[in-house]
């Protein structure tokens, strides 16, 4: 099979190779045994054409991307813009931690005692009725806006509204009743989804 012509010159060690690799295309063919003498020539004529017609391009269509240069920046783009925005959910994920661990340490400074007296406040969350344990002195200060009531892990703490400011800051989420936002008149139809209690206390 005279295809294989090319492939004996490895076996011939990397120097033969090398020196193969050199030559014309026209020797390069007629070496390997893939054309006669005829071909060969004609191969050469081509290759001589093609180089011709470039080099007679203007200089800015020369300068121009192949087809795989433009591949190939495409894919370095695309793969930019991937890196990026992996970054951008990364330093996102940073920020929220850095926030909630600032959330957790301000109510864990400011938190207020809560009522020992049996009572509880009720509150929305959501789309639930939550309760907090309370006394008459939390109750009026909330009404006064003074304390709020702060998400904290699974339940709620009471916090001073300057604290409640900060959180806020942080995380408008994590407060979720102060002064005159909890006591604000809802009607009744925004209650009707719930099943509160008969002896329910706000």
Do not use: C
Request: proline share 3%; aromatic share 6%.
């Amino acid at each position: 099979m005279r295809g294989g012509g090319a492939l004996k010159w490895r076996h011939y060690g990397s120097d033969l190779w090398a020196r193969f690799m050199s030559m014309s295309l026209r020797d390069q063919l007629l070496q390997a045994g893939l054309v006669n003498e005829k071909q060969a020539k004609e191969a050469e004529r081509r290759q001589q054409q093609q180089q011709q017609g470039r080099q007679k391009l203007p200089k800015a269509q020369r300068a121009l991307p192949s087809e795989g240069q433009l591949a190939v920046q495409q894919a370095q783009q695309a793969k930019a813009a991937r890196d990026q925005e992996l970054n951008r959910q990364k330093q996102n994920k940073v920020e929220r931690k850095a926030r909630l661990a600032q959330i957790r340490q301000l109510i864990e400074q400011t938190r207020l005692p809560k009522g020992e007296g049996g009572e509880y406040y009720n509150f929305v969350d959501g789309n639930k009725i939550r309760r907090i344990a309370v006394d008459a002195a939390l109750r009026e200060r909330l009404h006064r806006g003074e304390v709020a009531i702060a998400r904290y892990d699974a339940g709620y703490e009471w916090v001073p509204a300057a604290t409640a400011t900060r959180i806020r800051e942080r995380d408008e989420r994590a407060i979720v009743a102060q002064g005159g936002i909890a006591e604000t008149p809802h009607s009744d139809d925004a209650y009707q989804a719930f099943d509160v209690p008969d002896d329910l206390m706000w």
